[in-house]
Protein backbone atom coordinates (compact mmCIF):
# COMPACT_ATOMS: atom_id res chain seq x y z
CA UNK A 1 0.00 0.00 0.00
CA UNK A 2 1.05 3.78 -0.74
CA UNK A 3 0.50 6.26 1.84
CA UNK A 4 0.39 9.79 1.09
CA UNK A 5 0.35 12.48 3.40
CA UNK A 6 -0.34 16.37 3.30
CA UNK A 7 -1.84 19.31 4.54
CA UNK A 8 1.32 20.51 6.83
CA UNK A 9 2.05 23.98 6.62
CA UNK A 10 2.72 27.07 9.01
CA UNK A 11 0.33 27.83 11.43
CA UNK A 12 0.53 29.78 14.81
CA UNK A 13 0.43 28.79 18.24
CA UNK A 14 -3.06 27.89 19.37
CA UNK A 15 -3.78 27.23 15.76
CA UNK A 16 -5.08 24.03 13.75
CA UNK A 17 -4.33 22.18 10.90
CA UNK A 18 -5.96 18.79 9.75
CA UNK A 19 -3.55 16.47 8.07
CA UNK A 20 -4.72 13.70 5.40
CA UNK A 21 -2.97 10.80 4.51
CA UNK A 22 -4.24 9.18 1.36
CA UNK A 23 -4.09 5.49 0.66
CA UNK A 24 -3.45 3.43 -2.94
CA UNK A 25 -2.96 0.14 -4.56
CA UNK A 26 -4.62 -1.21 -1.19
CA UNK A 27 -7.45 -0.93 0.95
CA UNK A 28 -6.35 0.42 4.26
CA UNK A 29 -9.66 -1.29 5.97
CA UNK A 30 -7.25 -3.85 6.94
CA UNK A 31 -4.46 -1.60 8.48
CA UNK A 32 -3.94 -0.49 11.75
CA UNK A 33 -2.69 2.81 11.37
CA UNK A 34 -0.88 5.33 12.71
CA UNK A 35 0.80 9.37 12.88
CA UNK A 36 4.53 9.52 14.05
CA UNK A 37 6.61 12.76 13.56
CA UNK A 38 10.04 13.59 13.18
CA UNK A 39 11.43 17.28 14.96
CA UNK A 40 14.52 18.17 13.33
CA UNK A 41 17.65 16.61 15.05
CA UNK A 42 15.49 14.31 17.12
CA UNK A 43 14.36 10.54 16.46
CA UNK A 44 11.04 9.71 15.15
CA UNK A 45 8.37 9.91 18.10
CA UNK A 46 5.01 7.98 18.09
CA UNK A 47 1.60 10.25 18.08
CA UNK A 48 -1.46 8.52 17.43
CA UNK A 49 -3.13 5.28 16.37
CA UNK A 50 -6.24 4.10 15.05
CA UNK A 51 -7.30 0.37 14.51
CA UNK A 52 -8.45 -0.76 11.39
CA UNK A 53 -12.18 -0.27 12.00
CA UNK A 54 -11.87 2.65 13.57
CA UNK A 55 -13.46 1.78 16.69
CA UNK A 56 -10.21 2.75 18.55
CA UNK A 57 -8.06 5.09 19.23
CA UNK A 58 -4.77 5.79 21.04
CA UNK A 59 -2.59 8.99 21.34
CA UNK A 60 0.53 10.21 23.12
CA UNK A 61 0.67 12.11 26.35
CA UNK A 62 1.86 14.72 24.68
CA UNK A 63 -1.10 15.55 22.06
CA UNK A 64 -3.98 13.65 24.21
CA UNK A 65 -6.47 16.45 24.57
CA UNK A 66 -5.32 18.44 21.52
CA UNK A 67 -5.21 15.83 18.82
CA UNK A 68 -8.18 13.57 17.13
CA UNK A 69 -7.20 10.73 14.32
CA UNK A 70 -10.11 9.38 12.35
CA UNK A 71 -10.77 7.17 9.06
CA UNK A 72 -12.59 6.58 6.05
CA UNK A 73 -11.86 3.44 5.05
CA UNK A 74 -14.64 4.08 1.88
CA UNK A 75 -12.15 6.73 0.77
CA UNK A 76 -9.35 4.79 1.79
CA UNK A 77 -7.65 8.17 3.79
CA UNK A 78 -6.66 8.79 7.16
CA UNK A 79 -6.99 11.71 9.03
CA UNK A 80 -5.07 13.71 11.81
CA UNK A 81 -7.10 16.89 13.49
CA UNK A 82 -4.04 19.04 15.49
CA UNK A 83 -6.00 22.03 17.78
CA UNK A 84 -4.06 24.17 20.01
CA UNK A 85 -0.84 23.52 18.39
CA UNK A 86 2.20 24.54 20.42
CA UNK A 87 5.48 25.39 19.23
CA UNK A 88 6.75 22.15 20.47
CA UNK A 89 4.43 20.18 17.74
CA UNK A 90 6.64 21.23 15.03
CA UNK A 91 7.66 18.57 12.72
CA UNK A 92 7.86 16.08 10.00
CA UNK A 93 4.70 14.37 10.25
CA UNK A 94 4.54 10.91 8.95
CA UNK A 95 1.22 7.88 8.81
CA UNK A 96 1.92 4.40 8.82
CA UNK A 97 0.66 1.13 8.79
CA UNK A 98 0.53 -1.56 10.27
CA UNK A 99 -1.29 -5.71 9.95
CA UNK A 100 0.50 -6.09 13.11
CA UNK A 101 -1.58 -4.08 15.57
CA UNK A 102 -1.24 -0.99 18.12
CA UNK A 103 2.46 0.10 18.20
CA UNK A 104 3.96 2.58 19.20
CA UNK A 105 7.39 1.81 18.05
CA UNK A 106 7.97 2.39 14.40
CA UNK A 107 9.58 -0.64 13.54
CA UNK A 108 5.77 -2.11 13.84
CA UNK A 109 4.71 -0.21 10.94
CA UNK A 110 5.75 -2.06 7.47
CA UNK A 111 3.75 1.17 5.22
CA UNK A 112 4.97 4.89 5.00
CA UNK A 113 4.10 8.16 3.45
CA UNK A 114 6.68 10.69 2.83
CA UNK A 115 6.06 12.57 5.42
CA UNK A 116 4.23 16.50 5.54
CA UNK A 117 6.06 19.26 7.48
CA UNK A 118 4.02 20.94 9.85
CA UNK A 119 5.86 24.49 11.73
CA UNK A 120 4.24 26.53 14.49
CA UNK A 121 5.41 29.41 15.51
CA UNK A 122 4.96 30.97 19.01
Known amino acids: VQLQASGGGLVRAGGSLRLSCAAS????????MGWFRQALGKEREYVTY????????YFADSVKGRFSISRDNAKNTMYLQMNSLKPEDTAVYYC????????????????WGQGTEVTVSS
Open 96 to 111: AATAMGWSTNAAGYAY
Open 25 to 32: GRTISRYG
Open 50 to 57: ITSGGGST
